[in-house]
């Protein structure tokens, strides 16, 4: 019999591609969605709608992190093996101006599943999408398991919160309980408002003549980009250990935004310096200048390393949107 797994955040980025790595492995897949008067699915339609799997292994149920009663149901309903908790308010610079509903869903949303684990009795693995950001101004660098939290954000702080909560009740109920301490990591499939994707989107659109101008805030901070796809197998590899444990999942690299815009400007031969504007909106109230991650936990533990480099991930993005313009990359591409 195949295993049941529940992911919430199932139409993001890391959601839709975890889904397809546990399709591919022969899982049952649920997933969390919440109701809107427009479709929100577009990651995912490519495996809902696949006429090939129309064997009823993709499930969506509507709900909310902010309601516990009706997670409490569908964990007594669907009786997952294991919870992927992925939903949450994942936006650093939303987060200075959303603090209270970003407690409330990324940080309590944590403890509502949790305490659904615990009333409902069901049997289960659980994964909590913990985040390089709960390390903030670094106390320690490269970051890992052992080095102290200092967030800078409303969704640093919250996801603080939700890493100690589901140690927590590792501890006090014998939970199997993990937290992936997962760095940036990117793909075609980000958000538009996320950084790196609003770089190759605004290129594919400046050489569609759809834009002019790029506005960008820091160029300099510096970060651990990683691929989304290399990310979710980490996910999966914790929750198939004997022991529940706490991970950094990184590359171990740093990389500043000046060098993301060098690097996918250059593949398609223009100077972003002719197309980037800085805006003091898009800079942070407290900002975080630096996150490298050491992941040799990762790898000795879980076998896991990561397969898509910094310069690979960025050409990938940038062709993706190429296309998503109609554009040729190998039309477009100078390298």
């Known amino acids: 019999m195949s295993k049941k797994a529940f992911i919430t955040g199932i139409t993001g980025q890391d959601g839709s591609y975890l889904t397809e790595l546990l399709l591919e492995k022969g899982y049952q897949v649920h997933g969390l969605i919440r109701r809107s008067s427009s479709f929100n699915t577009d990651r995912i339609d ?8 129309q064997d009823a292994r993709l499930f969506l149920h509507y709900g909310d992190l902010s309601d516990a009663t009706n997670l409490n149901r569908l964990l007594r309903t669907i009786q997952p093996d294991e919870i992927y908790h992925l939903g949450a308010q994942s936006h650093v610079r939303v ?7 970003t407690a409330d869903v990324t940080g309590t949303g944590t403890i509502r599943i949790l305490d659904a684990i615990l009333d409902s009795g069901v049997k289960t693995k659980f994964y ?13 660098v490269p970051q890992k398991e052992t080095t102290p939290f200092y967030p800078r954000s409303p969704y640093g702080c919250a996801k603080v919160y939700s890493y ?16 992936g301490i ?22 594919a659109r400046i050489l569609n003549g759809k834009q002019k101008d790029l506005f960008l805030g820091n160029l300099d ?12 197998e980490a996910m999966w590899l914790m929750l198939q250990q004997d022991k529940a444990d706490d991970y950094v999942v990184a590359t171990g690299e740093t990389h500043t935004v000046r060098e993301f815009l060098e690097l996918a400007f250059g593949y398609v031969g223009l100077n972003y310096n002719d ?60 390298t």
């Open 46 to 53: 490519h495996i809902y709608r696949d006429p090939h799997n």
């Open 95 to 101: 987060s200075f101006d959303m603090p209270e509903y």
């Open 128 to 140: 909590q999408a913990s985040s390089s950001e709960m390390y903030g101004k670094v106390l320690e």
């Open 164 to 179: 100690w909560i589901t140690v927590n009740y590792r501890e006090a109920y014998n939970m199997f309980a993990c937290n």
């Open 182 to 203: 997962l760095f940036n990591h990117e793909s075609p499939r980000r958000g538009e408002t996320f950084v790196t994707r609003k770089i190759t989107r605004s290129l």
């Open 221 to 232: 901070a510096k970060r651990d980009w990683g691929f989304a796809k290399d990310y979710v």
């Open 275 to 334: 197309y980037v504007k800085i805006d003091p909106k898009y800079y942070r109230p407290t900002e975080v200048d630096l996150l490298i991650g050491d992941s040799t936990k990762a790898k000795e533990k879980l076998g896991w390393k990561p397969s898509v480099t910094f310069k690979e991930l960025v050409r990938l993005m940038v062709e993706s949107d190429l296309r998503a313009e109609g554009l040729d990359p190998l039309k477009v591409c100078k």
